[in-house]
């Protein structure tokens, strides 16, 4: 199969989460969940893109806990770039430094960037000769997106499915039973070759985890 499109994986935080940058021929780059906050880091994926003559153009969330927040001032400081997500994400986003505080006792300082615009599910997302569809996959948070990418059959998943598991719902604003329906009618209709990538851990398939994934 001959894909249009170009991924880079980065693992960043210390939670290990997976931050994408996307590109077409074009050159005009999505950067996805950019959860980095530590500036090696960021130069590192600023170095990348400058090196591959990437024009980023969009700053895409998944949804918007802590751990795929935290490198969107980079975005904003270095491109100019504010968030895309889904609107019943602005909470869980509103919250994030008390969570960051809460969570590792830090008073590391947290900017929120302002939200763009929000997404809405089956919006098409453009950028260079690439549209990505929004697949709105709530419960793992309330407002969970997906991003595909139909002709090079391609899913950002979040953090909603992960090579054999699916996200915790016990956060606030979780619900497993909304999270199980979504991945069922809305990720497994898909083609098995879709491949997945996650928020955390290796890419997969559809067709591997409807066989093999023990939630589904």
Known sequence: MNRTLNI????????????????????????IDCGTWDTAKEEKIAQFIEESHLQPRLALQTHMHFDHVMGLPFL?????????????????????PDMVHSLFQSDMPVTLVPVQRYLEDEEEVPFGQTTLRVIHTPGHTPGGLMFYHSADKVLFSGDTLFMGSVGRADFPGGDIEQE??????????????????PGHGPSTTVGDERRTNPYL
């Open 8 to 31: 880079k994986r980065f693992v960043v935080n210390p939670l290990g989460e997976n931050c994408y940058l996307v590109w077409d021929d074009s050159l005009e780059c999505a950067i």
């Open 76 to 96: 904003y400081r270095r491109y100019g770039l504010k968030p895309l997500c889904h609107r019943l994400e602005q909470a869980i986003y509103d919250d994030a």
């Open 180 to 197: 199980m329906h979504a991945i069922r009618t809305r990720v497994m209709v898909l083609p098995d070759d879709v491949v997945v990538y």
